[in-house]
């Protein structure tokens, strides 16, 4: 089944900021095959998800980290050709017909929109914030000590830390007083719309569109495995990682430099490895997960390289699954 070519538009406008994509999801509201589903957070904002077709293969794609913008911008894109919105749609014809008939597919492009206000720019370019201060607003600065950064944890309370002199974009607010990060806490945005919606679709694929800095590194993208790969059945192995290959290879033949292969992190820390395997390995016991990770905040990536490399994470995936 071999899939048509997806059409890249001339002249591109990103939709990053949760204002943008609000009002961007009501505007496709209505499109023929296309269902919207709203998740609340407790700040008010909301979650979207975004479902095309009603074809057999199922493929879920989010975006969880507020600091992580090129995976919103990517969904978003995707999503105007999907619905035919304007000129996206006289471009794409045929590759639309061919994804709407053959699968289902799911976008979320901010699991964490009360993180992403509060972003002090739209995209990170590496051209106005340095890495240092980055990590700051990623997961906040101490209260404790000037330029510190706020412990990684999968979840807080802030009655039972000192308050941090800024809250990390990465963190969704839950309640009062609590934060979890999307990706580690089921009570969260991201899981709760991906629970909700898998319940129905039973999806067969989610990839998870990450980045990082790369910092040190000639490269500028990389795959992780889950972090149970080598516990999980070798069926699920080999399929893991059939699709690593097939993603790296496209990026390759688009001018990447990917790492030589995908990568099950955290090998070498048990209490990482831990907190991510009591959330994902559920999951990736029963579908393909993988995870992208594109240069964030670096001028040797740019921000139409890093939306682009995402999408065509996603349409590697869309052709591996066909």
């Given at each position: ?5 997806y ?15 609000e ?5 496709l ?9 709203e998740?609340?957070q407790?700040?008010?904002r ?11 293969k ?90 510190t ?19 990390g974009?990465?963190?969704e ?6 934060y ?15 629970f ?31 972090t ?12 893991h ?28 820390n ?15 016991e ?13 001028p ?22 066909a």
């Amino acid at each position: 089944m071999k899939a048509p070519a997806y059409a890249w538009p001339d002249c591109v406008e990103y939709c990053v900021w949760p204002d943008a994509v609000e009002a961007l999801v009501a505007d496709l509201e209505g499109t023929p095959g296309l269902r919207v589903d709203e998740f609340p957070q407790y700040n008010g904002r909301s979650v979207y998800a975004l479902t095309f077709g009603r074809g057999e293969k199922r493929l879920f794609i989010s975006r969880p980290h507020a600091h992580e913008p090129a995976g919103a911008a990517a969904c978003m894109e995707l999503a105007k050709a999907l619905a035919g919105w304007r000129d996206y749609g006289v471009r794409n014809a045929a590759w639309r017909a061919w994804v709407l008939a053959h699968f289902s597919i799911t976008l979320v492009p901010d699991a964490n929109p009360g993180g992403s206000v509060r972003a002090p720019v739209e995209f990170w370019d590496g051209t106005e914030i340095a890495n240092e201060q980055f990590f700051l607003w990623m997961f906040g600065e101490s209260g404790e000590e000037k330029g510190t950064r706020f412990p990684r944890v999968d979840a807080w309370d802030m009655r039972e830390v000192v308050a941090p002199a800024l809250i990390g974009i990465a963190y969704e607010q839950l309640e009062e007083f609590l934060y979890v990060e999307p990706n580690r806490d089921y009570r969260s945005t991201f899981f709760r719309s991906f629970f909700a919606l898998d319940e129905a679709a039973a999806y067969d694929v989610w990839l998870d569109l990450h980045q990082t800095e790369f910092l040190n590194s000639d490269r500028n993208t990389a795959l992780f495995l889950p972090t149970c790969q080598d516990e999980l059945s070798l069926a699920m192995q080999t399929e893991h990682l059939s699709l690593t290959e097939v993603i790296m290879a496209r990026w390759r033949q688009a001018g990447a430099r990917p790492r030589e292969r995908a990568e099950i992190p955290y090998r070498n820390n048990d209490v990482q490895r831990n907190l991510l395997n009591a959330v994902w390995r559920p999951i990736s016991e029963r579908m393909v997960h993988i995870v992208t990770e594109v240069q964030n905040n670096n001028p040797a990536t740019p921000v139409e390289d890093q939306v682009r490399l995402q999408i065509l994470a996603v349409l590697a995936t869309l052709e591996w699954m066909a």
